[in-house]
């Protein structure tokens, strides 16, 4: 979690007005479905002025109401991996828009992957790299969802540096979304424990 959360800078507010109380309790009820709002709404839906909307945001430390709800729809889509909250956030983003959205898709892209290059600790790169040429141990691949195609195309280069890889199943790409049902599904978890054990019994490491 962000150490200055949106809450906890309405927390560390004092002296707060009526009209700034109304806001602040809008907002904490209000936080995941903010992007959605602008100056005008929250006004109307809190009855205090515009201005005093303004105000309370720039009290906040935002130089502009945009630049909240920037902060919130970036945070929103980088920390939750919800494809329903993604999709409701975006198609609510695109409605009666005329603009290049290929364009805006291609900036969104870019800044995810800027996002995750700054996630990489070089060092603990090259160990996973130096423990993948590792020519004694087994090397297992899997990918989660789209992304077991890029297993895929992993899984055909390093084969040609190295022996003893092993492209797991595409049924195992999908067992995240199995788990949602692991209850009424026991035989989805009896295959996730088997696979769990029979790593350990061979003391592997998994690298995510």
Same mark, same amino acid.
């Not at 199943?169 to 295959?191: Q, T, Y």
């Given at each position: 979690?962000?150490?200055?959360?949106?809450?906890?800078? *309405?927390?560390?507010?004092?002296?707060?007005?009526?009209?700034? #109380?109304?806001?602040?309790?809008? $907002?904490?009820?209000?936080?995941?479905?903010? +992007?959605?709002?602008? =100056?005008?709404?929250?006004?109307?839906?809190?009855? #205090?002025?515009?201005? %005093? #909307? +303004?105000? $309370?945001?720039?009290?906040?430390?935002?130089?502009?109401?945009?630049?909240?709800?920037?902060?919130?729809?970036?945070?929103?889509?980088?920390?939750?991996?919800?494809?329903?909250?993604?999709?409701?956030?975006?198609?609510?983003?695109? =409605?009666?828009?005329?603009?290049?959205? *290929?364009?805006?898709? $291609?900036?969104?892209?870019?800044?995810?992957?800027?996002?995750?290059?700054?996630?990489?600790?070089?060092?603990?790169?090259?160990?996973? !790299?130096?423990?993948?040429?590792?020519?004694?141990?087994?090397?297992? *691949?899997?990918?989660?969802? %789209?992304?077991?195609?890029?297993?895929?195309?992993?899984?055909?280069? *390093?084969?040609?540096?190295?022996?003893?890889? %092993?492209?797991?199943?595409?049924?195992?790409?999908? $067992?995240?979304?199995?788990? +949602?049902?692991?209850?009424?599904?026991?035989? !989805?978890?009896?295959?996730?424990?088997?696979?769990?054990?029979?790593?350990?019994?061979?003391?592997?490491?998994?690298?995510?």
């Amino acid at each position: 979690m962000p150490e200055n959360t949106l809450l906890q800078k *309405i927390h560390s507010l004092q002296k707060l007005t009526r009209s700034e #109380v109304k806001i602040a309790d809008f $907002f904490a009820q209000n936080e995941a479905d903010l +992007v959605f709002e602008n =100056v005008s709404t929250i006004s109307s839906k809190t009855g #205090v002025s515009k201005a %005093t #909307v +303004v105000r $309370f945001v720039a009290k906040l430390g935002y130089k502009k109401f945009n630049g909240l709800i920037q902060e919130l729809r970036d945070e929103l889509v980088f920390k939750e991996d919800s494809l329903p909250i993604r999709y409701t956030l975006k198609r609510k983003q695109l =409605v009666g828009r005329k603009d290049d959205i *290929i364009g805006e898709n $291609f900036s969104c892209i870019m800044k995810n992957l800027q996002k995750t290059h700054d996630l990489i600790e070089p060092e603990k790169f090259l160990e996973i !790299a130096q423990m993948l040429m590792k020519q004694n141990a087994h090397l297992y *691949i899997t990918g989660q969802r %789209t992304s077991y195609c890029l297993a895929s195309l992993f899984h055909l280069l *390093i084969s040609r540096i190295r022996p003893n890889c %092993t492209l797991l199943g595409p049924e195992i790409s999908v $067992f995240p979304d199995r788990l +949602v049902n692991v209850g009424e599904k026991r035989r !989805a978890a009896g295959n996730i424990q088997t696979s769990l054990w029979e790593f350990n019994q061979e003391n592997s490491k998994i690298l995510c």
